[in-house]
């Protein structure tokens, strides 16, 4: 995979090419890019698909030690990010983790032309279900991470219905989650970089507040949310679509959170139906 350098460490990242627009694809904590395995096969020629691993525990290159790793702190390096590759119009897709909804609160959007929020954060929901709140007690303690890490080698505590059993219909393939896993379990770096994320969720109010701020967005938004999904609340949905003028709900049946994994098909044909209806700035058609 090609690297890029950034102000907190090196990213690295999977980029399929070409000329069409620029789906910018995020995934959650303790996941990579594969988690849109599924989908990109189907978009790639159409879309260029740009997919960086962010560091949120399972990158396998630490970041520098004064990294902000904070929710606010992730954000502005996915902004950097897309800086840092000159990509211009971009779609980006968030499922599970919706840290990346900051840069519009920070007003960084000049290189948003779209935004496809997929069963994922919003508002205070960070972070979510009883998985997010387990990973946080663990970041907590000292040497929670490692021991928890370690547990996650055992079929039956990562299917557990409190942890990512929750989070799909179909099971995560080993070998998938296999990956995901092996960073923070092998790294001590890597724990230090989920650690810091993990124990600066800011408070309540604030969350909320940047959640308001985010109504001046006024390019399309797709809500694609899971009918069945247990972290993401079914109203954040609705509540979505309310808060961004021009925002758009589709509910997807048949999936919890990891919809490129319960119901790659739909979200395909959601996102190239997106794709092709929603107007830029300029009233053109993409």
């Not at 030690?65 to 000159?86: I, N, T």
Request: proline content about 9%; aromatic content about 6%; overall charge neutral.
């Amino acid at each position: 995979m090609p690297e890029v350098e950034l102000s907190s460490g090196t990213i690295a990242y999977e980029d399929t090419g070409g000329d069409g627009p620029v789906l910018v694809f995020l995934h959650g904590v303790l996941m990579d890019h594969t988690v849109w395995r599924k989908v990109v096969p189907d978009l790639r020629g159409t879309y260029r698909c740009v997919l960086p691993t962010l560091p949120l525990g399972s990158h396998r290159k630490p970041m520098r030690p004064d990294a902000d790793l904070s929710l606010r702190g992730q954000a502005l390096l996915v902004g950097e990010f897309l800086d840092r590759l000159g990509l211009d119009e971009v779609t980006l897709v968030l499922n599970d983790w919706g840290g990346a909804q900051l840069l519009l609160s920070e007003g960084r959007t000049a290189r948003i032309a779209r935004l496809a929020l997929v069963a994922c954060e919003a508002f205070d929901n960070y972070p979510p279900g009883k998985p997010g709140r387990s990973l946080v007690r663990a970041a907590s303690v000292p040497g929670g991470l490692a021991l928890l890490m370690n547990l996650l080698r055992v079929r039956p505590v990562r299917r557990a219905p409190n942890g990512w059993g929750a989070m799909s219909e179909h099971p995560v393939p080993d070998t998938i989650m296999d990956a995901w896993f092996r960073p923070a379990r092998t790294d001590p770096g890597v724990r230090r970089d989920l650690a810091k994320y993990l124990t600066s969720t800011p408070p309540r109010a604030r969350l909320l507040a940047w959640s308001e701020q985010m109504r001046s967005f006024d390019r399309p938004v797709l809500i694609a949310w899971a009918a069945q999904d247990r972290l993401m609340p079914r109203e954040h949905g609705p509540r979505l679509a309310e808060l961004f003028p021009r925002g758009r709900l589709a509910e997807i049946e048949g999936s919890r959170t990891l919809v490129p994994e319960d119901r790659p098909d739909e979200l395909v044909r959601l996102l190239r139906d997106f794709m092709r209806t929603a107007a830029d700035d300029g009233g053109q058609e993409k």
